[in-house]
T-cell receptor, first 110, second 113 residues
Framework: GEDVEQSLFLSVREGDSSVINCTYT??????LYWYKQEPGAGLQLLTY?????DMKQDQRLTVLLNKKDKHLSLRIADTQTGDSAIYFC??????????FGSGTRLLVRP | DTGVSQDPRHKITKRGQNVTFRCDPI?????LYWYRQTLGQGPEFLTY????????KSRLLSDRFSAERPKGSFSTLEIQRTEQGDSAMYLC???????????FGQGTRLTVV
């Protein structure tokens, strides 16, 4: 079945780049997503990438997609303390529902 | 339009009671989804509506759970005879048929005591 996996935790120093990685199993997913969740809040859509693209850049965010390896990454440049949150990778299935990973907790140290 | 709205934000109930949550999607979004998120996990799909039609239900959605979207606008999720295992964050999301973006509400945190 479909499965999305992420590493649990990442700690970076303020001003450094963060790279959050994700692997997925459904090769037919047309879109892949990154969401951000702050404590006690809902999910904020950060960015998404169409499956026929390799890269998408949006201000400080860069998404890289390796379809062959079913690997997705999110790079945050110049990471700020406000970026501390849980980041979820998700794939969309044929029924248009999102399948999420367990999330990567990003801690930004001053 | 301020986005997807969920009510209430928090609900504490005694085991065995019924609870109902409401979700107001973004205007003109014809798809509406319910997800459940437990501590330390990602959201898990519960059910999905396109307009007023409920098109898919997860096997996570036991007989005690029912969802409606009577006029294709807001939706309600009811849990009957709540159990402690129902304690979770219930998230609603909406999207359009044309676009890939799904936007989430702030969620309803349910605590069953």
């Amino acid at each position: 079945g479909e499965d999305v996996e992420q590493s649990l935790f990442l700690s970076v120093r303020e001003g450094d780049s963060s790279v959050i990685n994700c692997t997925y199993t459904d090769s037919s997913s047309t879109y892949l997503y990154w969401y951000k969740q702050e404590p006690g809040a809902g999910l904020q859509l950060l960015t998404y990438i169409f499956s026929n693209m390799d890269m998408k850049q949006d201000q400080r965010l860069t998404v890289l997609l390796n379809k062959k390896d079913k690997h997705l990454s999110l790079r945050i440049a110049d990471t700020q303390t406000g970026d501390s949150a849980i980041y979820f990778c998700a794939e969309i299935d044929s029924s248009y529902k999102l399948i999420f990973g367990s999330g990567t907790r990003l801690l930004v140290r001053p | 339009d301020t986005g997807v709205s969920q009510d209430p934000r928090h609900k504490i109930t005694k085991r065995g009671q019924n609870v109902t949550f409401r979700c107001d999607p973004i205007s003109e979004h014809n798809r509406l989804y319910w997800y459940r998120q437990t501590l330390g996990q990602g959201p898990e799909f519960l059910t999905y509506f396109q307009n007023e039609a409920q098109l898919e239900k997860s096997r996570l959605l036991s007989d005690r759970f029912s969802a409606e979207r009577p006029k294709g606008s807001f939706s309600t999720l009811e849990i009957q005879r709540t159990e402690q295992g129902d304690s979770a964050m219930y998230l609603c999301a909406s999207s359009t048929r044309q676009g890939p973006e799904a936007f989430f509400g702030q969620g309803t945190r349910l605590t069953v005591v």
